[in-house]
């Protein structure tokens, strides 16, 4: 069966903010333990992608099923297999450091006691162990980060959807983050990362998904992706610049 190897599935999304579609037939995949890089120009529909994902939209049509359920289907069982760590920080005005990780156990109904070890190693890695109890609201973007990725990592998602997450973060905690990735692939749990910092992603994913105007140009490994466009260069950065030039066109 699918489910038991594939996290992510989606088929032949059609989907948007209005009537006029911004996803068309978008289908791809993301399987257990894998880091799978979401690529593409402002506007070629990675929000959009993301947002259907999460369920803040509703498909126009297809479907999105995480190890085999859709939102439809089970809303609870559906997002407490999702930890999600927006582009743009979203934390609680009213709540301290120490609140927003309680709502976090309360929200994925974690263990109280295994969870408050395992946020007392994450908070130490980000260098906000002294900041329990503190307003993150008050924090600087890279801070506020820091927080939505300790909230993240604190839960047993199976599903990480990961937005733009080295904007604003200092190289040791793009390195500690990237640390956590590997750690939680090797547990089985799967990855889709959006991110415009090629050099990274090549270094780090093992397949990516190109899109362009609301679809998928391609998709495939590096060595894919190298063998489908032999005349663009080695790297990543190289293969994306030419289908940009290219404007998605074969």
């Known amino acids: 069966m699918w489910s038991e190897t594939m996290t992510l599935e989606i088929s032949n999304l059609v989907g948007g903010y209005s ?40 498909p126009f049509s297809g479907s999105i ?48 006691d295994v969870s408050w070890k395992r946020a007392h190693k994450l908070l130490q890695m980000f260098r906000l162990d002294n900041k329990l109890d503190w307003f993150p609201d008050n924090f600087s973007k890279g801070m506020r980060q820091k927080v939505m990725i300790v909230c993240a990592f604190l839960t047993n998602a199976k599903l990480f959807i990961i937005d ?14 990237l640390n956590l990735i590997s750690e939680r692939k090797k547990q089985g749990a799967s990855i889709l ?15 990516f998904v190109l899109l362009h105007d609301g679809k998928v140009r391609t998709e495939g490994t590096i060595e894919q992706l190298r063998d489908l466009f032999p005349d663009a260069g080695d790297s990543l950065n190289d293969i994306y610049l030419t289908l940009a030039r ?4 074969s």
């Open 246 to 249: 290219e404007g998605g066109q």
């Open 193 to 207: 990362m959006s991110t415009h910092v090629l050099d990274t992603a090549q270094r780090y994913c093992d397949r």
């Open 65 to 112: 099923k995480i190890n085999g359920t859709t939102l439809d289907e089970d809303v609870k069982k559906y997002k407490q297999q999702i930890a999600y760590i927006p582009e743009a920080p979203i934390v609680y005005k009213e709540l301290t450091l120490k609140e927003h990780l309680e709502m976090t156990m309360l929200a994925y109904n974690l263990d109280q």
């Open 164 to 177: 733009e997450p080295f904007l604003g973060l200092d190289p040791l905690a793009v390195n500690d983050l």
């Open 19 to 58: 009537q006029v579609p911004v996803l068309k037939d978008v289908t791809f995949d993301v399987k257990d333990g894998e880091l799978v890089g979401l690529i593409g120009l402002n506007g070629a529909g990675k929000s959009t992608t993301i947002n259907h994902i999460i369920g803040l939209l509703k």
